[in-house]
Antibody, heavy 125, light 106 residues
Framework: EVQLVESGGGLVQPGRSLRLSCTAS????????MSWVRQAPGKGLEWVGF??????????EYAASVKGRFTISRDDSKSIAYLQMNSLKTEDTAVYYC????????????????WGQGTLVTVSS | EIVLTQSPATLSLSPGERATLSCRAS??????LAWYQQKPGQAPRLLIY???NRATGIPARFSGSGSGTDFTLTISSLEPEDFAVYYC????????FGQGTRLEIK
């Protein structure tokens, strides 16, 4: 069974940093691109960024709203994806979902076939 | 950036009725469009990908159609568990979602 479990969310002041982790199980983690998608309270979905599998170079892409502040990385040996969030703003407040991208050959711009349960990040003073 | 516009914003129907949800792209996305269902307090669930392919385990009452800029999600006969918010998503360019259609019980 595919499982994605996020951790690391919480309350943080504007300008500070936070790192989210996503621990995956039930599939060969290294074969898939992974993404982070967020949802502000009562709002729609926004793709934050993704990291390609090593087969596609392991490179990353980010939404304009977070580029230069957020960094996605992965540790295939531990089946963990990370989202490092720096210089946080109040508008970054959202539930952050770790997702498995689909299909495996998409290489980056993908759909999502599995979602974690989400972790809430609240940016407030 | 490709903008997806969903209509209507809210759809009020009764169980057993047919639901038709629309998603329009600001430029062609070929057939690179998916539909997701989200219930309160839950993560979204993939229903349809590549415009018309049902994801694993999705009931046959869900179907998708369209290509280019105009897409439709159809639920042939609504079950009580189908009342939720539905999002379309394109992967032709930087992935983006529509703003959602809320399907509520009439």
């Amino acid at each position: 069974e595919v499982q994605l479990v996020e951790s690391g969310g919480g309350l943080v002041q504007p300008g500070r940093s936070l790192r989210l982790s996503c621990t995956a199980s039930g599939f060969t983690f290294g074969d898939y691109a992974m993404s982070w998608v967020r949802q502000a309270p009562g709002k729609g979905l926004e793709w934050v960024g993704f990291i390609r599998s090593k087969a596609y170079g392991g490179t990353t892409e980010y939404a304009a709203s977070v580029k230069g502040r957020f960094t996605i990385s992965r540790d295939d040996s531990k089946s963990i994806a990370y989202l490092q969030m720096n210089s946080l703003k109040t508008e970054d407040t959202a539930v952050y979902y770790c997702t498995r991208d689909f299909p495996t050959y998409c290489g980056g711009d993908c759909y999502v076939d599995y979602w974690g349960q989400g972790t809430l990040v609240t940016v407030s003073s | 950036e490709i903008v997806l516009t969903q209509s209507p914003a809210t759809l009020s129907l009764s169980p057993g009725e047919r639901a038709t949800l629309s998603c329009r792209a600001s430029q062609s996305v070929s057939s690179y469009l998916a539909w997701y269902q989200q219930k309160p307090g839950q993560a979204p669930r993939l229903l349809i990908y590549d415009a018309s392919n049902r994801a694993t385990g999705i009931p046959a009452r869900f179907s998708g159609s369209g290509s280019g800029t105009d897409f439709t999600l159809t639920i042939s006969s609504l079950e009580p568990e189908d009342f939720a918010v539905y999002y379309c998503q394109q992967r032709s360019n930087w992935p983006s979602f529509g703003q959602g259609t809320r399907l509520e019980i009439k």
